[in-house]
C-alpha cells in the first residue's frame, strides 16, 4: 500500500486568543519525541506577528489583519510539504491556524474537513465575548464573518460548509449563554451525545464516509486538544465539563487516518503552562504516536 512520510511544521500562533501558552505546544510534543517516533522530517517553525490586545474595530475581532496576513503564510509553508509528497502534521497554536491549513487545501482543489473539537467555534464577532477568533475559526473557514478572515485570497469559503463533520463538540451551554450562530444545516453535525449514542467507532466511520464521498479530494483533520475528557485533559484555556477519552480518540483517528482520503493533521490549543504535572502533554504526544505510527497510509492517491 503506498504511504507517505510525516512532516512536522510548527504554527505557534496565539493571534486567536486573548492569553499566551499554547505557543509552548510545539516544542512540548517535540520533547516529548513525537519526530522521531512518527519518523517525521522536522520543518520550519514559522514566526507569528504581535499581537495586539485590542480587538480590530472593523471585524471585532483580536489580531484579525494579522492573522489574515498570516495565514497565506502558513498556507504557503503546507503546501511545501504537499508537493515534496509529504504528509503535514501541524503543531499549534490555537485553532485559527485552520484558516491558513484549510487555504491551502483550497488553493489545490475541493477538500473536506473532520474537525474534532470539544467547541464547535461558531462564534460570530459580535457574540465571542472576548473578540477571540479561536471561538470563530470554523465559521471563518466555512464563509460565515467578516470577509477579511471568511474571505482569504478571495477564495472564501475555505471549505464547504457541506464537506465539514464537527466531531465531538460539547459547547451547547456556552453556545446558548453568549448566542452563538448555530452551525448550518448542511454541516455535519456529531456531538459528543451522538457520539456516546452510537459508539466512538461507528460515529467515526460515519463522519468519514461522509468525507471520503467522490466529489472531494481528501480530508483535513483539525484535533483541538479540548474533545479530550477534562479530567485527563485540564491544560486547555476553556475547560468544559467531560469529552473524549484517550482511546476514543485514538480510535477516531485511526479511523479518519485509515481511510487512505486524510491529507494532513493539526493540533491545537494544549497550554504546557496549564500541565502541572506534564502528564497531559505526554499523553497527548503518546495519544499522537500511537494512532499515526511510522508513515501515513494512502489507498486512494500515492501523492500530491
Excluded at 504528509?87 to 474537513?113: N, Q, S
Excluded at 484535533?223 to 467531560?242: K, N, Q, S, Y
Amino acid at each position: 500500500m503506498p504511504t507517505l512520510s510525516y512532516a512536522i511544521l510548527e504554527a505557534p500562533s496565539t493571534l486567536g486568543l486573548a492569553t499566551d501558552g499554547v505557543e509552548r505546544l510545539p516544542g512540548r510534543l517535540l520533547s516529548h519525541g513525537l519526530a522521531e517516533r512518527i519518523h517525521a522530517r522536522r520543518g520550519r517553525r514559522l514566526a507569528v506577528p504581535q499581537k495586539d490586545p485590542t480587538p480590530d474595530i472593523e471585524t471585532g475581532t483580536l489580531n484579525a489583519r494579522a492573522i489574515a496576513a498570516w495565514s497565506p503564510t502558513l498556507a504557503d509553508a503546507v503546501e511545501a510539504m504537499l508537493d515534496a509528497g509529504e504528509f503535514p502534521v501541524i503543531l499549534g497554536g490555537d485553532c485559527t491556524i485552520l484558516l491558513g491549513t484549510m487555504l491551502a487545501f483550497r488553493r489545490r482543489g475541493r477538500y473536506g474537513l473532520l474537525f474534532v473539537d470539544g467547541n464547535a467555534d461558531f462564534f460570530q464577532p459580535e457574540a465571542e465575548p472576548n473578540g477571540e477568533g479561536a471561538s470563530m475559526d470554523l465559521a471563518f473557514a466555512t464563509g460565515y464573518g467578516p470577509s477579511l478572515l471568511a474571505d482569504i485570497e478571495g477564495r472564501g469559503p475555505l471549505v464547504r460548509p457541506q464537506d465539514v463533520v464537527a466531531f465531538a463538540y460539547r459547547d451547547h451551554k456556552d453556545q446558548e449563554e453568549y448566542g452563538s450562530r448555530p452551525l448550518p444545516d448542511e454541516l455535519r453535525a456529531i456531538d459528543l451525545p451522538a457520539v456516546r449514542s452510537l459508539g466512538i467507532e461507528r460515529a467515526a466511520r460515519a463522519a468519514v464516509d461522509h468525507l471520503a464521498r467522490a466529489e472531494l479530494e481528501g480530508f483535513f483533520i483539525h484535533l483541538d486538544a479540548d474533545c479530550l475528557d477534562d479530567a485527563i485533559m485540564p491544560a486547555v484555556d476553556f475547560r468544559v465539563p467531560g469529552g473524549l477519552s484517550w482511546d476514543e480518540l485514538r480510535v477516531a483517528l485511526e479511523v479518519a487516518l485509515s481511510s487512505g482520503k486524510a491529507v494532513g493533521l493539526e493540533v491545537t490549543i494544549y497550554n504546557p503552562r496549564l500541565d502541572e504535572d506534564g502528564s497531559a502533554g505526554r499523553g497527548l504526544a503518546d495519544l499522537l504516536v500511537a494512532a499515526l505510527g511510522t508513515a501515513a497510509p494512502r489507498t486512494r492517491r500515492a501523492s500530491f
